[in-house]
């Protein structure tokens, strides 16, 4: 069975850093491709970034100078590392991959950015 599950989200203040990881069970995380998203309050759910054998990161917000995704695959973990962190990236953040044709979901961890 798939399982992602999200960690390390939390309240943090504007210009602030947060690692949220996630880890994945259940396939071959190592061949996968996995990717972060997030869903701000009223909004729909947004690409984040993606990591295989590269990695890319949405621009919008300037995400791509302040998020970093990285993975560990002896550990089956994928990570996140968010830098400079502004009001606007409030969200939940979930972890994703298409594992043998299914799109699996994690939970989702809260990140709130505030004073």
């Known amino acids: 069975q798939v399982q992602l599950v999200e960690s390390g989200g939390g309240l943090v203040q504007p210009g602030g850093s947060l690692r949220l990881s996630c880890a994945a069970s259940?396939?071959?995380?190592?061949?996968?491709?996995m990717m972060w998203y997030r869903q701000p309050p009223g909004k729909e759910r947004e690409w984040v970034a993606t990591?295989?054998?590269?990695?890319?990161?949405n621009d919008l917000d300037s995400m791509k100078d302040r998020f970093t995704i990285s993975r560990d695959n002896a550990k089956n973990t994928v990570y996140l590392q968010m830098n400079s962190l502004k009001p606007e990236d409030t969200a939940v953040y979930y972890c994703?991959?298409?594992?043998?044709?299914?799109?699996?979901w994690g939970q989702g961890t809260q990140v709130t950015v505030s004073s």
């Open positions: 994703y991959a298409r594992i043998r044709g299914n799109d699996c």
């Open positions: 259940g396939f071959t995380f190592r061949y996968s491709t």
């Open positions: 990591i295989d054998s590269a990695v890319r990161t």
